[in-house]
């Protein structure tokens, strides 16, 4: 069964440092999405991408923030400059019709 | 503001002990109402998709049901393996509007 991918499955990084986290959405879905889950806390969205642009964003995503499809199948989230309140579970989804399908996750432990 | 109050927290049943988990939601035009299940350390799998009030829908031991202000998620007969958290999310009907807004979950555990 087809399933959404994500690497790595835990990044430590530093403060202030760039991190890029990868996804692999179902092939042929269309829609692409980040989802992030502080420790305890609800899954919050991020950011939705359609045909090579967002569709849609929240106020967490700001220009810290960035996506990226660069290539047929991967789909990349960028974090310009970590802080240590972006430590969470990030999570990529990805639909075709109305059901998302959420890949396992990247911890983010910013130190 | 779309809102989603998933209730109880925390739930413990015996294994066979059947049970509801609620999910009251507020939001300007329903486009679809979601059920999850997630996993300690895991990403949330999807389980249903509710459309409309009176809609049912059936998964092994799992029946998800909406009305206009609620869903609800009956478990009948649990076994241990069901044991995780459940969440429940919904979509704004708005063109072009696709995130979805999730509750805190139901810590489902179920005891042998």
């Known amino acids: 069964e087809p399933e959404v991918t994500q690497t790595p499955s835990h990044q430590v990084t530093q403060m202030g440092q760039e991190v890029i986290l990868r996804c692999v959405p179902i092939?042929?879905?269309?829609?692409f999405y980040w989802y992030r889950q502080i420790l305890g806390q609800k899954v919050e969205f991020l950011v939705s991408?359609?045909?090579?642009?967002?569709?849609?964003k929240s106020e967490i995503f700001d220009d810290q923030f960035s996506v990226e499809r660069p290539d047929g199948s991967n789909f990349t989230l960028k974090i310009r400059s970590t802080k240590l309140e972006d430590s969470a579970m990030y999570f990529c989804?990805?639909?075709?019709?109305?059901?998302?399908?959420f890949g396992p996750g990247t911890r983010l432990t910013v130190t | 503001e779309d809102q989603v109050t998933q209730s109880p927290e925390a739930l413990r049943l015996q294994e066979g002990e059947s049970s509801s988990l609620n999910c009251s939601y507020t939001v300007s035009g329903l486009r679809g109402l979601f059920w999850y299940r997630q996993d300690p350390g895991k990403g949330p799998e999807f389980l249903f998709t509710l459309y409309s009030a009176g809609e049912e829908k059936e998964k092994e031991r799992l029946k998800a049901t909406l009305t206009k202000k609620e869903s609800f998620l009956h478990i009948t007969a649990p076994k241990p393996e069901d044991s995780a958290t459940y969440l429940c999310a919904v979509r704004r009907s708005d063109t072009g509007r696709r995130a979805l807004t999730f509750g805190s979950g139901t810590r489902l555990q179920v005891q042998p």
């Open positions: 991408f359609y045909n090579n642009e967002i569709s849609e």
């Open positions: 989804a990805s639909n075709g019709a109305y059901e998302q399908y």
């Open positions: 092939s042929n879905h269309l829609y």
